[in-house]
């Protein structure tokens, strides 16, 4: 994997309750944050839950920000 990209796995849980979230629905959220360039999100077989969304990213040039950066930034939202 190159040094601008993260990989994550974004489970939006809630005292044990679980809601869909649309892969697209998470990219665009993924996608308005000002460092990434670039993301893609697929949905990955969960036990529990049947499926979860992983999410990939591209950081923009000379960006620093975290995967527990971009989980904040997506739970704002």
């Known amino acids: 994997m190159c040094m601008a990209c993260i990989s994550l796995q974004y489970y939006m849980r809630s005292d044990c309750l679980m809601w869909q979230v649309p892969p697209a629905e998470l990219e665009a959220v993924l996608l308005s944050h000002p460092d990434v360039a670039d993301a ?3 949905g990955i077989p ?3 839950a049947g499926e ?4 990939w990213v ?3 040039p000379s960006a ?3 995967e527990h950066q971009l989980r904040q930034f997506v739970d704002g939202q």
């Open 64 to 66: 620093t920000v975290t």
């Open 58 to 60: 591209v950081r923009r």
């Open 40 to 42: 893609g999100v697929v």
């Open 46 to 48: 969960d036990p529990s």
């Open 52 to 55: 979860m969304p992983a999410a």
